[in-house]
């Protein structure tokens, strides 16, 4: 699996979109990047993933740059309760291969 | 509800004390795999089954044993624990092996040993 750069932390105020950004510039062309988080010590929750297009659900929306070497996370409205570590990962065969992430800490 | 249980959540152990971590899934998925998590280290893949009676070894297999006899069920069966197999424990399923497959994972199970 390509290896991802996320920052190792970010802050966000309460009520604002929160863009997480991830870097993938060795992902190929039948690679899709996943987005994961964690909170606390609970199971990974699954978010949103894609391959080329960009993708929209009920939690985030997932902007693909064209070249697909970067992508970002979009949370359009932090509560308190996105507080947590945010995982990008591109997958390409049976199993997630998990990086530090991002600690994300919503503030109010 | 679609969900990955395990069982126990929590448990304390003592070291050669055989134990069984019990994990299953209501959503008829083929793919089924065991992680372990530790603090600097991330998340490590320990095995994987990609169906009945079809179990391979992931990237540190080293102490454990599991089990795919039915398809609901994967349990993780550590032999003889030793203090080095004190991790936080997550099951996870996906409909088949391929990676446009969502993997969802359980709520992990806390093991100590001592």
């Known amino acids: 699996d390509a290896k991802t750069t996320q920052p190792p932390s970010m802050d966000c105020a309460e009520g604002r979109a929160a863009n997480l950004p991830c870097n993938h510039s060795?992902?190929?062309?039948?690679?899709?990047v996943y987005w994961y988080r964690q909170i606390h010590s609970q199971g990974p929750q699954y978010i949103i993933h894609?391959?080329?297009n960009n993708e929209t659900n009920e939690m985030a929306s997932l902007i693909i740059t064209e070249d697909r070497k970067s992508s970002t996370l979009i949370l359009p409205h932090a509560t308190l309760r996105d507080t947590a570590v945010y995982y990008c990962?591109?997958?390409?065969?049976?199993?997630?291969?998990f990086g530090a992430g991002t600690t994300v800490t919503v503030r109010a | 509800e679609a969900q990955v249980t395990q069982n126990p959540r929590y448990l304390i152990t003592v070291t050669g004390k055989k134990l069984t971590v019990t994990c299953s899934q209501n959503?008829?998925?083929?793919?089924m795999s065991w992680y372990r998590q530790d603090p600097g280290l991330g998340l490590r893949q320990i095995y994987y089954?990609?169906?009945?009676?079809?179990?391979d070894k992931g990237d540190v297999p080293e102490g454990y044993k599991v089990s795919r006899k039915e398809k609901r069920n994967f349990p993780l069966i550590l032999e003889s624990p030793s203090p080095n197999q004190t991790s936080l424990y997550f099951c996870?399923?996906?409909?088949?092996?391929?990676?446009?497959?969502?993997?969802?994972f359980g709520e992990g199970s806390w093991l100590t040993v001592v």
């Open positions: 996870a399923s996906s409909l088949s092996m391929g990676h446009r497959n969502t993997i969802y």
């Open positions: 060795t992902i190929s062309g039948n690679e899709y």
């Open positions: 894609g391959l080329k």
């Open positions: 990962i591109v997958r390409s065969d049976y199993k997630l291969s």
């Open positions: 959503m008829n998925h083929e793919y």
């Open positions: 089954s990609m169906n009945v009676e079809v179990t």
